[in-house]
């Protein structure tokens, strides 16, 4: 007889497949360069905005496939995705701006910052812990905030 966490390492293993896989993809395609991320900010290369209008493209017919077919989850639950409330324009330029302002300081955006210290770029663990405290954050000032 399996035990629970036999049983949670089975279902977490795609997972884990895939996020190596994802860094495989970013290590090859440079996503993961701080000289093409510096490239985009500064509009000299076109390599990033054309890996991030492909990635754009893509979630855009996942989306509609997911909903076309009404396919389900791992649990056999509908996959749900609910509408945006768009509210106040200011949170999401707020938001995009310190988002953006960490990535242009950093080099990194939260995905690829796992795939820089699987590389070796141990000194991404700084700044993978600073995303995990900006995040604790926000949770905690969630409820203060305007929305």
């Not at 996020?19 to 495989?24: Q, R």
């Not at 749900?80 to 409330?85: D, G, R, Y």
């Not at 820089?116 to 405290?133: E, R």
Request: with cysteine; charged share 15%; glycine share 12%.
């Amino acid at each position: 007889m399996k035990t629970n966490q036999q049983n949670s390492f089975g279902r977490l293993l795609p997972y884990l497949l895939i996020g190596v896989y994802f860094g495989i993809v970013f290590t090859k395609s440079e996503v993961i360069s701080w000289f093409r991320i510096q490239e985009m900010f500064r509009f000299q290369s076109f390599h990033m905005y054309g890996i991030i209008g492909s990635a754009v493209v893509v979630a855009m017919i996942s989306v509609q496939v997911i909903k076309r077919f009404k396919l389900k989850d791992m649990d056999g639950d509908d996959i749900v995705i609910p509408p945006k409330e768009m509210g106040s324009g200011t949170r999401y330029w707020l938001g995009g701006t310190i988002f953006g302002l960490g990535w242009a300081l950093t080099g990194a955006c939260p995905g690829p910052m796992f795939a820089l210290v699987g590389n070796g770029v141990t000194v991404m663990l700084v700044t993978i812990l600073a995303a995990l405290a900006g995040t604790f954050t926000y949770g905690v000032l969630r409820p203060k905030l305007p929305h």
